[in-house]
């Protein structure tokens, strides 16, 4: 059941990823040697950035990337201690290699309107409803920790145990 659980969270990523980039792209032909090899470094960053960030959420987070079963601890160690939102990070920089890889003025769109969606989601929604399930703790975590821009040291808060692994 646990496994399921898993790869059914998987289906925003892929989404994003895969599906839709091959609806509104129809050139993946590599154009030059530059821009093959940045886009290759920009995904596999990226995807090192989303394992990393689910990974958390799994082991210390308890619960799965999707939204319709999220995490039962807040997570605010490692990534999360940089910038508040490095699975969606992850996922741009992805987007990114991707435009960059096939020269895709449409990947690269589609990767600013993901960026803008997740914008206002995080902002009507997500946000709102993490005050309401962890408190204090995610208003202190939002109050150092900015949402897209990266601190250069980690913050961590007073209470360690946002990145102590589940027994």
Known sequence: MKVIR???SMIL???AL????LLIENDF?????????FGFVFIGSGFTVLALTIRMFVLIGEGTLAPWDPTRKLVTCSLYGHVRNPMILGVLITLLGEAMLFTSFRIGAWAALFFI????????SEEPGLERRF??????????VPRWIPRLEAWSPV???SCM???
């Open 117 to 124: 969606i997740n914008t206002l989601y995080f902002i009507c």
């Open 159 to 161: 209470k360690e145990d």
């Open 6 to 8: 898993h790869l059914f």
């Open 13 to 15: 990523p892929i989404f």
């Open 135 to 144: 408190g204090a703790e995610y208003v202190e975590y939002k109050q150092n």
């Open 29 to 37: 032909t590599l154009q030059s040697i530059w821009t093959s090899v």
């Open 165 to 167: 692994l589940k027994k």
């Open 18 to 21: 895969i599906v839709i980039p």
